[in-house]
């Protein structure tokens, strides 16, 4: 059983899954007092860019951790993968006709530089081990 649940924590499509029900979840209720199809069309796009973003977050702090030196390799990767996240969000929850922009991206927001700050933590922590 052990083995099962550490292949299915480890897989990509699980990952992808998680972050589209969860955080188009979260948007779904952020937008829940407007009238339909609106909560629907905010859950979904929120649903596919957190998916997206989650393979984003991960090849930009790859690139980034790679060519940065010395402490910028511990803080700039997830800065600038959250400033380029929080960017894509609002330009496209704009573009959506989200109307609760800010409640929608929050959590997803959080929830992502907090990925993004553990996921550079693991690599910084390997590279100064490995030198």
């Known amino acids: 059983m052990t083995a099962v649940l550490r292949r299915l924590a480890s897989s990509a499509l699980?990952?992808?899954?998680l972050?589209?029900?969860?955080?188009?979840?979260?948007a779904f209720y952020a937008n829940r007092k407007y009238p339909m199809?609106?909560?629907?069309?905010?859950?979904?796009?929120?649903g596919m860019l957190s998916a997206l973003l989650l393979l984003f977050l991960k090849v930009?702090?790859?690139f980034l951790a790679r060519r940065?030196?010395?402490a910028a390799a511990f803080w700039a990767p997830p800065l600038i993968a959250c400033l380029a996240s929080a960017?894509?969000?609002?330009v496209l929850h704009t573009l959506g006709g989200t109307p609760k922009i800010a409640k929608t991206i929050a959590?997803?927001?959080?929830?992502?530089?907090?990925?993004?700050m553990a996921y550079n933590y693991s690599i910084y922590r390997r590279s100064r081990a490995n030198p």
Do not use: K
């Open 60 to 62: 930009t702090i790859d």
């Open 107 to 116: 959590i997803p927001l959080v929830v992502s530089t907090s990925y993004a």
């Open 68 to 70: 940065l030196t010395a």
């Open 87 to 90: 960017a894509i969000l609002v």
């Open 37 to 46: 199809p609106q909560p629907l069309v905010s859950g979904l796009v929120q």
């Open 14 to 17: 699980v990952h992808f899954l």
């Open 19 to 26: 972050a589209f029900l969860a955080m188009g979840g979260w």
